[in-house]
């Protein structure tokens, strides 16, 4: 099979791993790379052997591209997607799928306008760790899952990011940040939830640059970074999920744990693709380390893509699909916006692999 020609954009601090991990890809070759800062994209092809380098638009115009990574940061996501969209490309983004509902709309729209692909991080549920707790599931290990619990416990990246002012911007914080790979691994668990509780604050206000040439900046934040609350899933299990940068004296919380009525599974953290997933069944009081169901790396980011141009080939759904990436955008929003409003949000969106309900229902619904 030929490899499908795909190009970068955004050059940033994320892409390194990609150009690495994309390296030997079979599905994908890396043929271009653009950043608005153009020493950027020519510091990365220096770096990684990539044969050109364009601005944006003069890369949406390569006929040979048919692909687009799109790695910029996440305000920037839905218009990169839109615009390769027109351009008539595929197009995988980096998590979120964009910043509010009505531009993942947008996007999702676009593409079965033009019967073209769009796929979005992260792919870390893929992996080994998430895979070994859902066969777990699937075999009845743990009986009825009718419970989780998922914790990002953290004091934020201001420390070691070189330029972190966007993660405190409208469209960051710790839920659009991080949130996307606990809830991704939940829903790849549980399936599609259903309804949304929380509370969220913002309990640090003022942040400074820890590191980089910015060191000492300071930062007004400006989203929530501490969010706490509950979601209801259709299969009748409830989590409970916190997602914070305002915890600076660590933490002893698991990353995630499922509750069934057998048993119990603990797992790694959901923002790598491998880890331990160990099992805890009822009068024990050992926890039982089970084998993975495959080997992979701690750090596999490009598995999605791969995944997502062998199901163009094949013509059929790819895991790391944009209407699943709605699905948990609109999930990570509703603890917000279930703050603000004081009540539960009842989700209009859903999402099963192989089943793509469409986001007009969730526009109507509206």
Avoid at 101 to 121: I, S, T, Y
Avoid at 191 to 216: F, K, M, N, Y
Avoid at 341 to 366: D, K, W
Wanted: aromatic share 8%.
């Amino acid at each position: 099979m030929k490899k499908m020609k795909a190009g970068i954009i955004g050059c940033g601090n994320i892409s390194g791993i990609y150009f690495t991990n994309l390296k030997n890809s079979p599905w994908v070759e890396i043929v271009a790379c653009a950043d608005l800062i153009i020493e950027n994209a020519k510091a990365k092809a220096d770096e990684f052997n990539i044969p050109n380098v364009y601005t944006v638009e003069e890369m949406l115009a390569q006929t040979d591209i048919e692909f687009i990574i799109n790695l910029t940061i996440p305000s920037s996501h839905a218009n990169v997607d839109i615009a390769s969209l027109e351009a008539g490309k595929h197009v995988y983004s980096e998590k979120p799928l964009a910043i509010t509902l009505d531009e993942g709309r947008r996007v999702l729209n676009l593409a079965d306008q033009k019967g073209l692909r769009v796929g979005c991080a992260p792919d870390t549920f893929l992996g080994s760790g998430v895979q070994t707790a859902k066969a777990a599931i699937e075999s009845g290990l743990i009986g009825r899952p009718i419970a989780a619990t998922a914790f990002m416990m953290g004091s934020g990246p201001e420390a070691w990011h070189p330029n972190p002012e966007f993660f405190y911007a409208s469209g960051g914080g710790p839920m659009m940040d991080m949130g996307p790979y606990y809830v991704s691994a939940l829903v790849e668990l549980l399936g599609p939830a259903s309804r949304i509780s929380a509370s969220t604050g913002i309990q640090i206000p003022d942040r400074v640059v820890g590191s980089g040439p910015l060191e000492g900046k300071p930062i007004t934040v400006q989203t929530p970074t501490h969010l706490a609350g509950t979601m209801d899933f259709e299969n009748g299990a409830i989590a409970t999920m916190i997602t914070s940068f305002d915890i600076f004296g660590g933490s002893g919380l698991p990353w995630l744990e499922i509750y069934g009525t057998q048993g119990s599974l603990s797992l790694g953290d959901p923002n790598f693709f491998n880890g331990e997933v160990k099992l805890r069944k009822p009068g024990s009081e050992e926890w039982e380390l089970l084998d993975p169901v495959f080997e992979c790396g701690k750090n596999e980011r490009g598995l999605g893509i791969d995944d997502m141009i062998q199901s163009i080939h094949e013509q059929k759904d790819h895991r790391v699909s944009a209407r699943l990436a709605y699905h948990v955008l609109e999930i990570m929003q509703s603890f917000q916006q279930s703050s603000l409003e004081g009540r539960h949000i009842v989700l209009q969106s859903t999402y099963r692999y192989g089943r793509l309900p469409s986001p007009q229902q969730a526009e109507s619904a509206e």
